[in-house]
């Protein structure tokens, strides 16, 4: 229980917590703002009332993660000036400024226009309906854009020098444009637009397995899957760019995600480790299962390595990764969840190639349907998976290769830490609570079929379909 007295433990434990919880809420909020976006633009396109009642409906719980997001939110980004100064003075000039654009720029304009997007319906025409969905989507991408620009910026620091310690900005532009900037946004733009889809279509399998309103979800459905048809190859294709990127860039947190401990040398054809068991004490692996001639396929899509392949041992203790199996999992949970879904989204196609997504039929698809359900939390866990292997992958450097964590927190009396860290802990798990009581009675409700259409426009727009009734037992409907 060393840990409990060491003021950097306990503050990157806080920091981790908050960052984790955090996660979240704008996962799933910047994905459904691109889903809301796109399903008012259909209501707008074809005049039909179901697009409308989606477009209600699913903003409700687009709302309620904004809201846990932001109040969870404030309190990660206070901490750099509360447990990790000497970080905040010494890259202040640049990572403070980026992280004023995401506030100034991005949250501004996200919530400015949400009162538009949720109370506006019968105040403003549909088209400028229509136009604050999509500036609420363009703000929450547009956040996403400057914390994976700050949060790049520490993979591969470049736009300045380190004198004596602190950042000096020479060029603003190439700091901004640093070497992970593009792969990283593009990787976490599409892992929330995935996480969303998957959740959004696992709510809708929900109520057809229960056999609610299945129509109306049968067609949310299609439309997820629809956009999944491209959203989950160009993840993985992403993903992989990304993986070289750290091949190339930090060489040490490529050997932890493989917890390969000797060099691979180049033009040798070696294996891929599929489990294993590391040792960061023993720097070795403890046992392994191991795919003969994969890893050169995995790195360069080649039968062998061009470049070699540096192991742990390179580098000396205090200089590369430790709790190399926390890295190691992480890399493979997510990669494994991005493949299980794209699976799960090319069995789904070639049931409605089929015929078998039909109002009629849809619910008969049970394996299909099951599938869609239990993939609705597995984008979290592979968005937080990711983040580990990034995060805790990168140490023992804050800035990589420049400023060494143990040097950036601040020097603050360590049960002081503990303490705030125990109280984050109970307030998010309120927090987490509240949540989920006020999302499940959002879905077991369901949409109000019976809304009625924006006075704007009315006689422009078509009569709702009619709906299968509600075909639970009248008990349970109660």
């Known amino acids: 229980m060393d840990f409990l007295s060491n003021t950097v433990v306990l503050s990157r434990l806080q920091f981790a917590l908050t960052a984790i919880f955090h996660m979240l809420w704008p996962v799933l909020s910047t994905g459904m703002a691109i889903y809301l976006v796109v399903i008012e633009g259909l209501w707008l396109k074809t005049k039909n ?15 309620l993660n904004f809201g846990i997001g932001v109040a969870s939110g404030l309190p990660m980004e206070f ?28 949250f501004m304009l ?16 549909p088209l400028m309906h229509w136009f604050a969905t999509i500036m609420v989507a363009f703000g929450a991408n547009l956040s996403t854009f400057w914390i994976l ?42 892992a ?8 959004i279509g696992g709510i809708s399998a929900w109520y057809i397995l229960n056999r609610r309103h299945s129509e109306f ?43 390969q401990w000797e060099t691979l040398p180049a033009g040798t054809s070696p294996a891929w480790s599929l489990m294993a068991l590391p040792n960061d004490r023993a720097n070795q692996n403890d046992w392994e299962i191991k795919v003969p001639g ?46 299980f879904l794209a699976g799960l989204m090319g069995f789904s196609v070639w049931r409605w190639l089929r015929g078998k997504l039909s109002a009629e039929t849809i619910a008969e698809q049970k394996l299909m349907l099951w599938g869609w359900l239990l993939a609705a939390p597995l984008g979290y866990v592979a968005v937080e998976c990711g983040w580990i292997v990034r995060c805790v992958g990168r140490q023992p450097w804050t800035v990589y290769g420049e400023l060494r964590t143990a040097d950036m927190a601040t020097p603050l009396p360590a049960p002081e830490v503990l303490a705030s860290l125990i109280t984050f802990a109970g307030i998010y798990s309120l927090l987490l609570f509240g949540a989920l009581y006020f999302g499940s009675r959002i879905i077991r409700k369901g ?26 037992p009248v008990e349970t409907q109660q």
């Open 49 to 63: 009332r179901d697009y409308y009642l989606h477009a209600r409906f699913w903003a409700k719980l687009y709302v």
């Open 79 to 106: 901490q750099f000036g509360t447990n990790w100064a000497p970080f905040s003075e010494a890259v202040g000039d640049f990572f403070g400024s980026i992280l004023g654009f995401e506030g100034a720029m991005a």
């Open 110 to 125: 996200e919530a400015g226009f949400l009162g538009i997007m949720m109370f506006g319906w019968d105040r403003v025409p």
């Open 149 to 190: 620009t700050a949060n790049s910026w520490l993979q591969t620091p470049t736009g300045g020098d380190f004198i004596e310690g602190k950042f000096i900005v020479k060029d603003y532009f190439e700091a901004i444009l640093n070497p992970f900037m593009l792969n990283s946004f593009l990787h976490m733009f599409f």
């Open 192 to 199: 929330t637009l995935e996480t969303s889809l998957f959740v």
């Open 217 to 259: 979800f049968g067609r949310s459905l299609k439309v997820v899957l629809a956009v999944a048809i491209i959203v989950t190859p160009l993840q993985i294709f992403v993903g992989h760019l990304s993986a070289e990127q750290v091949y190339e860039y930090q060489p040490a947190k490529l050997a932890a995600m493989e917890a």
């Open 294 to 339: 994969a890893l050169s396929y995995i790195l360069e899509l080649k039968p062998t390595l061009t470049e070699p392949v540096k192991g742990l041992k390179e580098w000396e203790p205090e200089d590369r990764p430790h709790m190399v199996g926390l890295i190691y999992y992480s890399f493979r949970i997510m990669s494994g969840i991005g493949i």
């Open 447 to 472: 949409p109000n079929l019976d809304l009625p259409l924006p006075q704007w426009g009315k006689g422009d727009f078509s009569e709702p379909m009619q709906h299968q009734p509600d075909q639970r």
